[in-house]
């Protein structure tokens, strides 16, 4: 089966500086994908620029196809009908998402204008239903309100009925709580997962949150300095993880059951994008590193079904990993 | 909302009031009318009366009484020169001015919108950098120097157009090319960084994301945004139409308002120069006023706090 998007190979530079390096990611028709790692090892700019939406002066390389047809360079008006029609995202910080000056019926017809055809009372009706599903009270009345008289949590939803509105096949979600309070946040992540249920959407979900990411993702991918280094069944990798980096995030994770433990902290910072070290990108802070690490950088390698690590001492890694449970 | 109109229009006075203050007092602080308008070799007699007769000799806080008083009843005072009231030789002087102001501030508004716009659309380009050193040069650049140098390129050596006077409409070329020049390079580099501003903004990412061709996303996302801070200075240089040229008209011996102002500060006609002030100080006031109203109409969120404050 083809998957639904396909990205392989994707790199991407500024002034020279590669801050992605080499990206693959399948994502399959309705799956829910979580993609986790540090601010700065990818994550957002992955999709954005799948999506042609990095500043010109980023310069983007490899493929992304979309049910096979690639994206990547592709005319304007092409990528403008993928935007939104096939590919909806939803950002970090509300406050600034929206436009300060336009009305919320403007906003959310624009889509439905451009994706679904719509014309005229058709629109607004449509408009109206968008902010009733995703939760907006009164909506008929709050279409005319602007951005700044709704509630951080409100303006998600109504970024989420944004989203909706060009009935897409994919929704990339970049960081979408981080910016709520806890408990808003355990709200908008029930929206989206009911209304992926409701329009069968595969679901991106690019979070730091790794509790977040084990609740409402099928998938992990793990990405370290601009590339991926595990991807693994949700289950599996917080039960297992076998990439050091993965490791030690979610070693840095309070167990919610079972004995109290230390939690451990990832020593070092993540390298500067203009001065990665050879081979690994990990390995100056990786208790496992050998010689080798700093020869090559390791590529995706399966170690089992619908699992690959990018890791030359996954073997071992995985030893020390049992080596810690049991004892 | 009535309250907030009440403090806008309260300020609005305060400072009018303050400007004609300040004129008052500088301006008879500052020579003796009558020495300047009759001359160091009149009789000291003759002084003396032209002192009485406008009021002169009187202390000077009895004189500001007086000028307010004056003015509170609709009189501006008479020009010590003619005796002509000092408001009829304003307003005969506007016309000419405004032929001069008017097609200038189009002019700045064609050229220097578009062009920062444009510069903000093609960052680091080419175009953008020709268009922002044209820009620094033409508000660096002093109005006098910029009006002496049109003169002796196109009056002097190409024999092309007038230096100076009012006899037909070739004469207004060069003074208002002086005047849209300096007011575009300001246009252009201001709406040059607003534009800037705006279209770095994560909603000018989001309306991308949602599929909004780009030539949409400039006119009904990032214009609208952008226009806010343009408005400000729009709004100063509709503040400065009716006495912006004061240099340029003296550069081109153009008889309108700012050629007056001259003229009567050097003489000390006290009556012509307070009435001028008032005049300009209204305008800007004017002017700041629509600003403000037009912010609530261009920001919905400054709305709101006009109706809350």
């Known amino acids: 089966m083809t998957p639904l998007v396909n990205i392989q190979g994707l790199s991407v530079a500024f002034n020279g500086v590669p801050v992605l390096r080499g990206v693959d990611i399948a994502l399959g028709k309705g799956e829910a994908l979580g993609l986790v790692g540090e601010s700065g090892s990818g994550k957002s700019v992955t999709w954005l620029a799948a999506l042609g939406l990095l500043p010109r002066h980023a310069k983007v390389t490899g493929s992304v196809r979309l049910d096979g047809r690639e994206i990547l360079g592709a005319p304007a008006g092409e990528l403008d009908r993928v935007r939104g029609g096939r590919v909806a995202m939803i950002f970090q910080d509300p406050a600034s998402a929206l436009n300060p000056v336009l009305t919320i019926r403007k906003q959310l017809s624009e889509a439905l204008v451009l994706h679904r055809d719509l014309q005229g009372n058709a629109v607004k009706a449509e408009a109206r239903r968008l902010l009733d599903l995703v939760g907006i009270p009164d909506a008929g009345r709050r279409l005319e309100a602007y951005p700044h008289e709704f509630s951080g949590g409100q303006v998600q939803r109504i970024m989420i009925a944004m989203a909706l509105a060009g009935n897409p096949d994919v929704l990339i979600a970049d960081e979408p709580t981080t910016a709520l309070d806890a408990t808003i946040q355990a709200q908008i992540l029930e929206l989206m997962s009911s209304v992926r249920r409701e329009f069968g959407m595969a679901m991106v979900l690019i979070s730091h949150d790794l509790g977040v990411v084990a609740e409402n993702c099928d998938r992990v991918a793990v990405m370290y300095a601009g590339r991926i280094v595990e991807q693994a069944p949700s289950n599996q990798l917080f039960a297992d993880p076998v990439h050091p980096y ?34 690994c990108a990990f390995a100056p802070r990786c208790a496992l590193a050998s010689d080798s690490c700093s020869l090559a950088a390791p590529t995706l390698a399966p170690i089992a079904d619908q699992r690959t690590v990018a890791c030359i001492r996954a073997e071992a890694s995985r030893r020390t990993l049992l080596g810690i449970a049991a004892e | 909302m009535g309250r907030y109109l009440a403090i806008r229009f309260g300020r609005a006075a305060l400072t009018i009031v303050l400007v004609v203050t300040f004129a008052f007092v500088v301006l008879r602080l500052s020579g003796d009318p009558a020495l300047m308008i009759l001359g160091p070799e009149a009789p000291p007699e003759v002084l003396a009366a032209f002192r009485k007769a406008w009021g002169l000799d009187d202390p000077i806080w009895f004189q500001y009484l007086d000028y307010f008083g004056a003015i509170a009843k609709g009189e501006l005072g008479r020009s010590m020169r003619d005796g002509r009231p000092a408001i009829e030789l304003v307003l005969e002087r506007i016309p000419a001015t405004l032929a001069l102001t008017l097609p200038a501030f189009v002019f700045k508004v064609v050229l220097g919108i578009p062009a920062g716009i444009y510069a903000a659309l093609h960052r680091g380009s080419a175009i953008d950098r020709a268009v922002m050193m044209t820009a620094v040069a033409g508000f660096t650049v002093p109005s006098f120097v910029l009006a002496l140098l049109l003169v002796l390129v196109f009056a002097v050596q190409l024999g092309w157009l007038p230096s100076g006077g009012q006899d037909s409409w070739r004469h207004a070329i060069l003074p208002i090319v002086t005047l849209s020049l300096g007011g575009a390079a300001v246009l252009a580099r201001f709406t040059r960084s607003a534009m800037l501003e705006v279209l770095g903004q994560p909603y000018i990412r989001t309306a991308s994301a949602k599929g909004v061709p780009w030539r949409k996303v400039v006119t009904s996302h990032a214009l609208p945004n952008a226009a806010i801070p343009t408005v400000t200075i729009l709004g100063f240089m509709v503040g400065t139409l009716i006495a912006g040229a004061v240099v340029v008209e003296s550069v081109f011996s153009w008889p309108g308002v700012g050629r007056l102002l001259v003229v009567a500060v050097a003489n000390r006609d006290l009556a012509v120069v307070q009435c001028i002030l008032l005049l300009v100080a209204m305008t800007m006031v004017t002017s700041n006023l629509v600003v403000d109203f037009l912010y609530g109409f261009l920001d919905p969120r400054l709305r709101a706090k006009g109706a809350h404050a």
């Open chain 1, 246 to 279: 993965a490791q030690g995030l979610i070693g840095a994770l309070p167990p919610l059951d079972g004995p109290r433990r230390r939690l451990t902290a990832i020593p070092g910072t993540v390298p500067d994008p203009a001065m990665m070290p050879d081979g």
